[in-house]
């Protein structure tokens, strides 16, 4: 999985394989992360046991399987502060699989971000444009700034407002 998935507080970067909240990185385990990412890659579709082994743990190898995916699935729980029995982000289909219920929003790649909160500052700059400018892909200069771990970008108008989101 590439790219980088947000979901309430949390972001998921498919790339780095890293997990963070509000900015900070989370300790998560391999396994538990992987699995988290396929969940987070088809938001409200069923992800079977089954699906979950091959990727995961593939056809050769020999694990008590259901014993390491409860246990993945409980530690991705307690990471994210979710209750099974009133999910916010993962929910369980019995003896079926998972489902990711949270709302997902797809983004570029932190390169791709800084790029392109860097063209918003030089066309905002240039253009006179003195509020949150919108880039290419419909995102703003303060979503911008939340996703690619800039605290802040300072847009300059024409009347040398300085604007920071």
Known sequence: MTGIFRFA??????????????????????????????LVAAPGDVVTRDELRERIWGTST???????INK????????LDDDASRPRFIETLPKRGYRFV????????????????????????TSGTSAHPTISNGASS?????????RSIRLHGPDSQTRTS
């Open 9 to 38: 507080d949390f972001e998921l970067d498919g790339r780095s394989c890293e997990l963070r909240k509000r900015g900070r990185r989370l300790r998560v385990q391999q396994q538990p992360l992987h699995i988290l990412a396929m």
């Open 62 to 68: 020999h694990v008590d399987f259901d014993r390491a």
């Open 72 to 79: 993945a699935i409980t530690h991705l729980r307690q990471v």
């Open 102 to 125: 949270a709302e997902v929003t797809r983004l570029t790649s932190r390169r791709q971000i800084k790029d392109d909160a860097k063209e918003a500052y030089l066309k905002a700059r």
């Open 142 to 150: 303060t979503s911008i700034a939340r996703s690619s771990g800039i």
